[in-house]
């Protein structure tokens, strides 16, 4: 056996959560962290929880605004497609084929553009109201209704809002990550110190029992021997499966999403015991623990999520 380092930051997180609360757990006169340790190792923690806080609250906050955006996306372009439509009408009823050049449509061939991504909004919003103005100003031009060009702009600026919205938390996402990122050399260097300091006092008795203290600390043990994990991820009230779920293995930060049938299988070496979270941007987070052993080599979880 031997002691697998946390390399996620919910595995770090994992880490010191566990020995602080085993380590406030013991009679003060009976802990055996150095006074250096149990400072530093209580600090980051603090730090660590804060951060992790922060990326999830970051995290939440562009899953919402990315629901949002794309549902005025929707909005916008049915606005743009409808105006077209109608115009594309009016120039053939009114024999006016020509005025659709100002709009950047090409007038041999009148199709409605590609609006499939989202950078296309704002570009064809401009156009359709530089276009509408330019007509507007010959001769005997009606200008379009139902919808009107006034009725695009809106649109096309409240998704631009909304765009604007996304962006910035894009950038507050990237930040929270960031910052966490810089802050992991200092947690592994404690969890390193701490788990040291674990096995020098449990050094004697037989690997078994060393292993069973270790564990009680937070420290996790991988073997030689593959295990795989199947994971199913389920709505708590209907037990529908839910596809898109990310699924990590905690101890040891090993990640997958599921499919279409609500699974995913995650092979590791962990043993001991293994801690399973899922997250859904519709749902709340959730987790599970199971009992490893080395002689069972499958396993399934199923893991519940609450609608949000």
Known sequence: MTIFRPNSSRSRELALNKCITKNNG????????????????????????????????????????????????????LFIKDFLEGLFRLVKRT??????????????????????????????????????????????????????????????????????????????LIAAEIARQEANPATDTII?????????????????????????FGLVYVSKIKKTFNVIVVDNLTSAVLDAALVELIDTGKEGTTGPLGTVAITSYVTDSATFAATHPDYLENEATIVVTESTTEYTITIRLTHV
């Not at 802990?31 to 190792?41: I, S």
């Open 26 to 77: 013991i009679p003060i006169l009976e802990r055996f962290f150095t006074p250096t340790t149990t400072t530093r190792m209580n600090a980051q923690q603090v730090i660590v929880t804060d951060l992790n806080h922060n990326v999830a609250t970051a995290n939440s906050g562009l899953n919402t605004a990315t629901a949002t955006l794309n549902k005025e996306f929707l909005k916008v372009m």
């Open 95 to 172: 024999d006016t084929a020509t005025d659709l050049s100002l709009y950047h449509i090409a007038v041999s061939h009148p199709v409605l553009p590609k609006l499939d991504v989202q950078e296309a909004v704002a570009l064809w919003g401009g156009y359709l109201v530089t276009g509408e103005t330019d007509r507007m100003a010959l001769a005997g031009r009606v200008a379009m209704a139902n919808p009107a060009i006034a009725d695009v702009t809106t649109e096309v600026d409240d998704y631009a809002l909304k765009f604007g919205i996304q962006s910035g938390c894009k950038d507050v």
């Open 192 to 216: 390193k110190t701490m788990w040291n300091e674990v096995q020098v006092h449990f050094g004697e008795g037989t690997e078994e029992q060393k292993r069973t203290q270790g564990r009680l």
